[in-house]
């Protein structure tokens, strides 16, 4: 195939000789011709693509009312398609670009034909892995994808697509089938699932935390097994790191998480209240039914007097009530009347079994603030209330006995 007719040619030959061009030079003037050619076309292409084409879809998304197309249209992604366009003209040209060159050397040909296939799948690669990207942008965005564990997800796509560019290079290179090539690493997926190991776990681990909801970040989580207490702050494809309360950091692997238990509490944080659980051991000798004195001392005191008035005094099935039971019943009230305690979740005040400690009694309720401090706060000043309150009632907590008690003695 011949790009200029002879007579054509051996003008410009002469021309260029008379010129000062050497004969070698003269003689490849199709060649050079062609690749000026091929130059110019892929200098024009790039020119529609980047200031016609991509110009144009950017008006469009502009005037559009969806949110995905920003990203999926934005400069960068438009960019790594339009870069497929210069190897896949290069490669269409490539006919020409050899019959005008007069190439015979066959390792010439080769060499030049498979660079330029590289090429066309280094150019998809980048471009796949881009829109990947953004993908990852769009959905970490979105409120209902806010901090799920799905960096894991865009890191194994990362990793797939290197693979199979690596196979299609490797493949290009050895001038065989991919499909072939698969086959014969069939014998080394041992091995390769061995050196991928946390890699593909991680990857199975990722995708049951995110679809099953079971962790993002942002959650405060407790594994006791492995002495993990504190904020998750990022999750990848084979790492979870945990920032502790002492900011420490620890990181472990994605799949201990779903092999081994460990308690969440960010359901607590969603559901608006968090647990006081606590018990307090009453002096079973203190015991005692309840008397006029002692219920009339109760409503004249300030401090019990509101807690006291209108409380019923009786039980169910009839009998006398005693102190202790007048006890638990105003401290219910206390609490149910608190501004600081979330009264939509449950609350009670029971006992529990006797030991030689004495008796507990147990206040079982949720505060509304879920956050470590004002929680800690509110549980300090009940049970200090609740402590301070028993003696009204003529009841003792029970303590062990201490040297300053054996002092007194």
């Given at each position: ?233 990022d999750v990848t494809l ?47 000798t203190s015991l005692d ?121």
């Open positions: 195939m011949k790009i200029f007719d002879n007579s054509i040619k051996v003008k410009i030959y002469e021309q260029l000789v008379e010129w000062g061009m050497s004969e070698p030079m003269a003689e490849a003037v199709d060649g050079i011709i062609i690749l000026l050619y091929l130059f110019l076309l892929i200098f024009a292409i790039n020119i529609l693509l980047r200031w016609v084409v991509m110009r144009g879809l950017h008006w469009v998304v502009q005037r559009t009312h969806a949110s995905w197309d920003d990203v999926f249209f934005d400069e960068k992604v438009m960019q790594r398609l339009a870069g497929i366009a210069t190897p896949v003209v290069v490669k269409l040209m490539l006919p020409l670009v050899e019959a005008g060159m007069e190439i015979t050397q066959p390792w010439m040909l080769a060499v030049l034909y498979k660079g330029v296939d590289i090429l066309i799948v280094l150019a998809c690669l980048r471009f796949v892995n881009r829109l990947l990207k953004t993908s990852y942008y769009l959905l970490v965005s979105r409120p209902s994808w806010h901090g799920k564990p799905i960096k894991g997800l865009l890191e194994t796509g990362q990793v797939l697509i290197a693979l199979v560019g690596i196979i299609l290079i490797v493949a290009i290179l050895v001038d065989k089938s991919p499909v072939g090539l698969l086959t014969g690493l069939g014998a080394s997926a041992a091995v390769i699932s061995f050196i991928f190991k946390d890699s593909l776990m991680g990857l199975i681990a990722g995708v049951q935390l995110s679809l099953n909801n079971m962790l993002k970040e942002g959650d405060w989580i407790e594994m006791p097994s492995r002495g993990i207490d504190g904020m998750v702050v084979t790492t979870i790191k945990i920032r502790g309360w002492n900011n420490t950091l620890q990181t472990i692997p994605p799949y201990l998480l779903v092999s081994e238990p460990f308690d969440n509490w960010q359901a607590m944080r969603d559901a608006g209240g968090r647990r006081i659980k606590r018990s307090l051991n009453i002096d079973m039914f309840l008397s006029d004195e002692l219920l009339g001392k109760l409503s004249e005191n300030s401090v019990t007097k509101e807690l006291v008035e209108g409380l019923d005094t009786t039980l169910p099935e009839g009998g006398r009530i005693t102190n202790l039971e007048l006890y638990m019943r105003a401290i219910k009230r206390y609490i149910d009347e608190h501004p600081r305690v979330n009264h939509k979740m449950i609350s009670m005040v029971r006992q529990l079994q006797p030991t030689e400690w004495g008796l507990p009694v147990e206040l079982y309720l949720f505060t509304a603030a879920v956050d470590w401090v004002p929680h800690e706060n509110l549980q300090t000043e009940i049970i200090s209330y609740v402590i301070a309150l028993a003696p009204y009632f003529d009841l003792r907590l029970y303590q062990a006995p201490s040297s300053a008690d054996f002092k007194r003695v």
